[in-house]
DNA sequence: AAAATCGTCAACCGCTCTTAT
DNA sequence: TATAAGAGCGGTTGACGATTT
């Protein structure tokens, strides 16, 4: 199946988002929840395909996104992933589930890949350590099941937007992302006619007691920030935090529940790894989490979310590029 | 000062897979 | 089972600011 119909009408609208649109995207979001996005024009009057309103919405506008520099540990994980699991960015992302897949996506191509070819030239000796392991032979075999494991998520468990409607809090601390973003954008610019007080949480239905407000909230700038500007330090999620999602007691629970679930089942799926990454990824999609949960951490994986060789890889990669 | 080039990233495109009927 | 719709993925594009010439 190709195109989606709807992108094919001459009224389309393209390019980038105005926060008008982003406000009735989320408003409508905040009031159905995600998903059905095919009805989200016609229900909104946004001049925008359906798949046009999700993006949007996954990218940018959904709680729980960080936005900013990436963390030498984040760099880190990207590279390992990446070199684990080759251009799966969805499958990467669900190990930073505050991080898009677009976002890791073009993180890598602008920055990363730049850093490691540096990196590589000016090390043209040695052997890019995440090379030689996956040179070994046996981790040949870890790097099949991560890639088995990145088809299951385990972070994104905690953060990521689930279909569920119920979630009220989530939706309306979105809509104080717009809010807060406008705020942000009207200082910078006198051009737009938008007020913030019109787009605020507290007067479009954001009564509930918000729960992920104070933690989980960001707000993307860039959509909006008059080009020239700084981004600002916009990251609410601190380190810390992010480290605790990603902490071995998190994941070791995890890791506890799914031993009980698929002791049973587990059996021969070694043998029948050859299916390929496109299924892998699709099998990674949010919407599937509910049916697939984690298979243990690997040794290499344990390496791979431990800060401390996560940040050695930080640390060699910020060396060539200090001065 | 102006033009050319580079860097960044939101958004789009085309495809595949899943789900509902 | 077949088909269409919905959803998601990876790759690519284009706009625009920054930097260099």
């Known amino acids: 199946m190709g195109r989606p119909p709807c992108c094919d ?52 506008l959904r709680p729980g996104i960080k936005r900013g520099n990436f963390t030498p540990h984040e760099e880190g994980m990207i590279v390992h992933l990446q070199s684990l699991l080759g251009n799966k960015w ?31 030239t000016a090390s043209s000796d040695d ?6 392991a996956l040179s070994d032979h046996s981790a040949q075999y870890q790097r099949r099941k991560l890639s088995d494991m990145a088809t299951s998520p385990l972070a994104s468990t905690d953060l990521t ?3 569920n409607s119920s979630n009220a809090n989530t ?23 938008v007020e913030p007080s019109t787009v605020d949480a507290s007067s479009s239905g954001g009564s509930h007691g918000n729960i ?19 981004p600002e330090g916009e990251d609410i999620i601190s380190d810390e935090v ?15 529940n799914w031993d009980q679930k698929n002791s049973s089942s587990d059996k021969g799926s070694d043998d029948e790894d050859d299916h390929d990454d496109a ?9 599937d989490d509910h049916k697939s949960s984690p298979p243990p951490l690997s040794f290499l994986e344990n390496w791979l979310l431990d800060e401390a060789s996560a940040g050695q890889v930080g640390e060699m990669m910020e060396l060539p590029f200090i001065c």
């Open 9 to 60: 009408k001459v009224d389309i609208k393209k390019g980038p988002w105005t926060p008008e649109e982003d406000i009735v995207l989320v408003t409508y979001i905040q009031e159905h929840g995600p998903g059905n996005w095919r009805s989200v024009p016609t229900n909104t009057g946004l001049l925008r395909c359906s798949k046009s309103c999700r993006l949007r919405w996954t990218n940018y």
């Open 90 to 120: 969805a499958a990467i992302a669900s190990y930073l589930p505050q991080r898009t897949d677009n976002d890791i996506k073009n993180y890598w191509n602008t920055h990363l890949k730049k850093k490691i070819r540096k990196l590589q």
């Open 127 to 132: 052997h890019d350590p995440h090379m030689l």
């Open 161 to 163: 937007f689930h279909n």
């Open 171 to 193: 939706y309306a601390s979105s809509t104080e992302n717009i809010s807060r973003l406008l705020q942000g954008w009207m200082r910078s610019s006198t051009k737009t006619t």
């Open 212 to 230: 992920v407000r104070d933690s989980l909230a960001t707000i993307p700038l860039r959509g909006y920030r008059p080009k020239g500007e700084k």
């Open 242 to 256: 992010f480290d605790s999602i990603l902490s071995f007691d998190n994941l070791n629970t995890k890791i506890s």
């Open 279 to 287: 299924k892998d990824n699709r099998k990674a999609r949010p919407a």
